[in-house]
């Protein structure tokens, strides 16, 4: 059966012209609608299998406002745009699209994205299923295990992480009856690392007098369903005395997911799985519906715990078998939140053949996350080949990463092998991809579309079996809406994005980089290096790292060189300099042509207090037909408001 096809686009020959390809190719373009409120009454009759959605309409709402509602209702859709604002693509991109096409179309193009999109959607939801169905067999597994009931809780809430991210689990039951031991709290403190604390040990971590813990439990009422709180909901919640205060102010909690066990007897205790973090806004209904489809499966584990033998569950830490960030993260120091993060979303897409997007500062170690999910994938025997597209000069990129025949120019010797083929069946890191010309990116997004490279010289093209893993210290949506990246390719890269944090958040990691390194460059000098001293340690913690991981290394084996004794006891840091040089800088930056037509743009609405028709319009002094102002307009991101 055909796909049907709605699009959504207000220009009539742009719209006609996707209608003749998608016609030509065999697919049902059920409906062309011009405005979100025509789209909404199309997709309740119609129910397309894909949207074709353009971001600008006729009419108040756009584009993301209608694909807000479509991935809430599970259809694909793909944007349809020229290049926009920074703020117009960040909102996009938080919509998760399926695809992005940037205009003019071609029918290739248009044919590959929506092969992409179908194939990611429908994979999509299945892979979600076999996680589930995975899910589900992990906990009948503990449940029918010989392990002690609080061995079962932190199994169980092993393999919830994956699922619902959490900093603190609280679950148990808070009656006297049933379950031994009451609530007992999961502090992660790594991956697959958690501190087990007790109700006692609670009592005593938050210096409780005896008889206040039961006041607070008493006062505590769990939601009568499951229910998720964030932000204002969160403050709101947390706001009187109760345990949900206590956690939230004991270890900085922020969000709340709490999935209550039904009572199915008079004999039966409130039982439930409270998930807490330390971020503001995680929760979502997607959560929720997850929670009551797995209820059913964490009914039967909690009827198990019960007929467990208790174990005394002092506080402490657990290391889950070969769960060590050591072993799994190998060369990645830390255990903040922040990394522990970074870790989850690792584990989630190593098996998989997604392109990941790596961001973050220079120095955060963005080529250590590469080579982490090259070596947790199925790939990790075959060739992971990298490539730092700043360091290659413009005029060699293309014979470097897709290599040429033998004459193919002047010195071209013979025939050479690219990068991309030397990855085939393998992994490439393409490192500073914000540096890579426009001409090679075209190039680039072919490779991942139809997974087939063309060497220069070549007459026919090569297919290549590879995994691009891509990272970047630029603001790649700046980048896009000022015109030097292409908005189709920033969609292809950016399917699981890895956001690697600075040094200055997470600050708690830098004692353990600093033994990680004076142990290295104490074992490459000969020398007998113990530690740093505290005061050291505090004068580090103080620092804002504008260097990152690599100014710190370089710091500690320039102490280690310099140490005249086995504990170094100064670090000299170099001093803050000032902005000021930066901003003046900055100031001082020729504009783009983009920028400048757009800047004038603006100030000729300005001066016409937004009007564009007539004698005194903006188009009539600008020299231009309105409709062709308008369509500047939209290009460039520029909304009736004169804002961009």
Known sequence: MNKKILIVEDQFIEANHLRIMLQRADYEVCSVARSVEQAEEIIENERPDLVLLDIFLTGKRTGIDLAVQLRETNI??????????????????????????????????????????????????????????????????ITAGLAAWDQKLLMTAQVLQPFISFDLLAVGTSGNAGMPGGIIYFLRIGFNEYQVITQDGLQTIANLKNGEMEALQAKTMLAPDIAFYNNEHFKLVTSVPTMRKLIADTFGMHSLLELPLPVTSAHDSPFSFSFYSRRDDVYAAHHRALCQRIRPFLQLAKRSMYQAEPV?????????????????????????????EVFELISQVAPVDTSVLITGESGTGKERIADSIHALSPRKNQPLIKVNCAALPANLIESELFGHEKGAFTGA????????????????????????????????????????????????????NIRIIAATNRNLEKEVAEGRFRLDLYYRLNVFPIRLPSLAERKDDIPLLVNHFVQIYSKKTGKKISGVSDKAIKNLMAYNWPGNIRELEN????????????????????????????E???????????????????????????????????AAILNIPPTTLGSKMKKLGIRRDFSI
């Open 76 to 141: 694909p859709f793909i944007y349809l745009s020229a290049n926009s604002n920074e703020e117009v693509l960040n909102a996009a991109k938080a919509t998760h699209p399926n695809g992005f096409l940037v205009k003019p179309f071609r029918e290739k193009d248009l044919l590959v994205a929506l092969q992409i999109a179908h194939y990611h959607h429908e994979n999509g939801l299945e892979s979600q299923l076999r996680k589930e169905t995975l899910l589900q067999t992990q906990l009948a597994n």
């Open 312 to 340: 005394a569950a002092p506080v402490g830490h657990i290391n889950l078998p070969a769960s060590s960030p050591n072993s799994v993260f190998s060369g990645i120091i830390g255990r903040s939140p922040q990394l522990t």
């Open 413 to 464: 010797l013979e025939k050479r092998i690219g990068r991309f083929e030397q990855a085939n069946h393998g992994s490439i890191f393409l490192d500073e991809i914000g540096d890579m010309p426009l001409e090679t990116q075209v190039k680039l997004l072919r490779v991942l579309q139809q997974k087939e490279i063309e060497r220069i010289g070549g007459k026919a093209p090569v297919k290549v």
């Open 555 to 582: 710091l500690i084996e320039r102490s280690v060189l310099l140490a005249k004794n086995d504990l170094i006891d100064h670090i000299p840091l170099p001093t803050q300099q000032s902005q000021k040089i930066s």
């Open 584 to 618: 003046k800088a900055e100031e001082s930056r020729l504009k783009t042509i983009f920028e400048n037509e757009r800047d004038y743009i603006i100030e000729v609405l300005k001066r016409c207090n937004g009007r564009i028709r007539g004698a005194d319009g903006a």
